[in-house]
């Protein structure tokens, strides 16, 4: 769908939940734009299967015990005043999910069924099977649709963001034709950078837009080096975007094996399998180093199988496909690049410190993850902080003095010469190598003078604006950033 105006009163870049639980929050009478640089679907959002973490249990959970588990998961540097806003404040943004018709899985009594998951001390995850992520955007979408005042456009690209004397001109490829709408406000909604890595979980489209967007514009970029691996994806062939095992199959009882099918977690952390995602990572990776060998499994073959198909139907099928009946045998399982804590610098209603930009889900920071993240919290992120940053600018948009976007947009200039090939495979292969789990500091020093080298290639304009070339200037900009973070600390 072409986008059909040419002003807006808020610009939403990104169709996960941070995107569309902010725009189905806005006012009613405010003209909004929600875009996807792809299909409606493709997102992390979607993609996420262990569920929502909320204290919705108060006879056996409270606010305490999940700020507590979300602290020593992030290592004690998390913002407290935003961690006490996201467990507090969650589980109502959960009931309404619930009453725009997600389907969360339920007891028999009708209560909802909550599960465990590493790092929780207290069953409180909520889910959908283990395609949690689809059927709340699934919903969210419907919802979002019937809105009168919202406008959804697939395969809509930011190109750029340039800020006018209020507001912004955001400069778009609709369908690859270039073209500029303004915008009072504009909210960053464009998920992680799982594509800087050669393997990931994220989806095609995760390649750090929004946070290269407000770099440009001069907003502060935080903790970008603070990548968490999750160390159960399903390690078998070369395709690049790698299926996860969910954390709840752990949650549910999983061992972790060696290339001798033995357990070794207890060597490494006292709370085995049900640690949380970083210290599972390491100690997978200080396994490879004493046995040599990458060889790794995750084994809950012992369970009852109907339990388990009905349990993990998602990744019963997609191991099945591969190869592997998890009901029968051990997965074959590896760490892989999964999600960012870091991101762009924002306080507790998203708000960017650039006038009337925003950013919200992954790539904000709001400091609720500190160094890792607990299993779960993320889509209570994306619920939480982008219903307050909608809040926000409702309250902004009606303010007696609020003055709205004008002035001229710039003059759209384009480059003719085609993006030369190789440039995003370099940059994987920097990454993969000085950035994994245990992090190469010879090899970041060394590769960040290459990146260096392929932005200053990139930011010249002679390149033809295309959606492959804002990816690449886009994943040379966080690679960039990643580093120097890493190579910093």
Do not use: W
């Amino acid at each position: 769908m072409a986008i059909s105006k040419d002003n807006y009163d808020v610009v939403i870049l990104g169709t996960g939940l941070s995107g569309l639980y902010a725009a189905y929050n806005l006012d009613k009478d405010l003209r909004v734009l929600v875009c996807s640089k792809s299909k409606f679907k493709l997102s992390n959002s979607s993609l996420a299967q262990g569920g929502v973490a909320a204290v919705l249990d108060e006879k056996n959970d409270n606010f305490d015990y999940h700020f507590n588990d979300t602290l020593i998961a992030g290592g004690q540097i998390n913002n407290p005043k935003t961690v006490r806003t996201l467990v507090e404040e969650g589980p109502d943004d959960v009931r309404k999910l619930c009453e725009l018709g997600v389907d969360f899985d339920k007891k028999p009594d009708g209560s909802l069924s909550m599960t465990l998951e590493g790092g929780h001390s207290r069953h409180r995850i909520v889910h959908h099977k283990d395609s949690t992520g689809d059927a709340i955007t699934t919903v969210m979408l419907q919802r979002v649709s019937e809105l009168e005042n919202v406008e959804l456009a697939e395969n809509v690209a930011c190109v750029q963001i340039t800020r006018g004397e209020s507001g912004f001109f955001v400069e778009m490829l609709d369908n690859k034709q270039l073209k500029t709408v303004s915008a009072s406000f504009v909210v960053l909604a464009t998920g992680g950078v799982g594509r800087v890595y050669k393997y990931t979980t994220n989806s095609s489209i995760a390649t750090g837009d929004g946070i290269r967007f407000a770099y440009e514009l001069g907003a502060q970029i935080k903790d970008l080096d603070y990548i968490q691996f999750h160390p159960t994806a399903f390690a078998a062939g070369e395709d690049r975007e790698r299926f996860l095992i969910s954390e709840a199959v752990r949650g549910e009882g999983a061992y972790l094996l060696n290339c001798n099918f033995e357990r070794f977690m207890h060597l490494y952390d006292e709370r085995l399998e049900l640690a949380p995602r970083d210290k599972v990572s390491h100690s997978i990776m200080m396994e490879y180093r004493r046995t040599g060998s990458d060889k790794f499994y995750l084994d809950i073959s012992r369970l009852d199988a109907d339990f388990l198909k009905n349990r993990f139907p998602m990744i019963y099928e997609r191991c099945l496909n591969e190869g592997v009946d998890l009901t029968k045998e051990p997965i074959p399982i590896f760490p892989c690049h999964h999600y960012l804590m870091g991101g762009i610098q924002v306080d507790e209603n998203g708000y960017t410190g650039i006038d009337r930009l925003y950013a919200v889900g992954e790539c904000a920071n709001t400091g609720v993850h500190g160094k890792n993240r607990l299993a779960s919290n993320s889509l209570l992120e994306a619920l939480v902080f982008s219903r307050r940053a909608a809040d926000e600018i409702n309250r902004k948009i009606h303010h007696p003095n609020f003055v709205a976007v004008h002035g001229t947009p710039p003059k759209i200039v384009d480059g003719t010469a085609p993006l030369p090939e190789g440039i995003r495979t370099q940059i994987r292969e920097i990454m993969q190598k000085s950035h994994f789990v245990l992090p190469d500091q010879a090899a970041a020093e060394k590769g960040l003078k290459v990146i260096e080298q392929i932005r200053s290639r990139l930011n010249n304009s002679y390149f033809k604006k295309t959606v492959d070339y804002c990816e690449a200037k886009s994943l040379a900009t966080v690679a960039a950033l990643i580093l120097r973070g890493a190579i910093n600390r």
